[in-house]
């Protein structure tokens, strides 16, 4: 049984996060239910470019770092993450491996939500797809835009 304390805190918090803020109340109290909290501590990987990719973080307290190792042997810095930045949503889509290694820069918590999860959801509910879809489009523009 979910602890509805707990799951109406991450509603609420749901409701600021870009990828999860056009869906309806109804569909983030349930997504609230399938998120699962993971704390790491500083200078703690978080996940590692290359590793395989199972589903969707959210930085729900703390700080964190998105770097890619590349070929000539260095890592690059992409972005910094606070709470509200999520991660990992292409995984959701097609399970493919990390293209990035994301790190902790202070104690972090993370919300995750599993593939298996977010796939149970949609199946129930596709418009959900479809609003989410849009946020990753628009965040995919704003990437390359940077290019």
């Known amino acids: ?13 749901l409701v600021n996060v870009p990828l999860f803020c056009s869906l309806p109340v109804r569909h983030l109290k349930k997504f609230a239910d399938r998120f699962h909290e993971n704390h790491y501590k500083a200078g703690e990987t978080i996940v590692k470019q290359g590793s395989p990719g199972i589903g969707l973080y959210i930085v729900y307290k703390g700080h964190a770092k998105v770097t890619r190792h590349t070929d000539e042997g260095g890592d690059v810095e992409l972005d910094m993450l606070q709470p509200g930045s999520f991660f990992g949503e292409i995984s959701l889509l097609d399970g493919s491996e990390r293209s990035a290694s994301v790190t902790a820069i202070d104690d972090v918590t993370c919300l995750a939500l599993r593939k298996y999860d977010f796939l149970d959801e949609i199946n ?6 479809i609003e989410m879809l849009k946020e990753m489009g628009r ?9």
Request: proline fraction near 7%; hydrophobic fraction near 30%.
């Open 139 to 147: 965040r995919f523009r704003r990437i390359v835009s940077r290019i």
């Open 1 to 13: 049984m979910p602890d509805t304390k707990k799951s109406e805190e991450i509603t609420r918090f």
């Open 124 to 129: 129930e509910e596709p418009e959900i797809a």
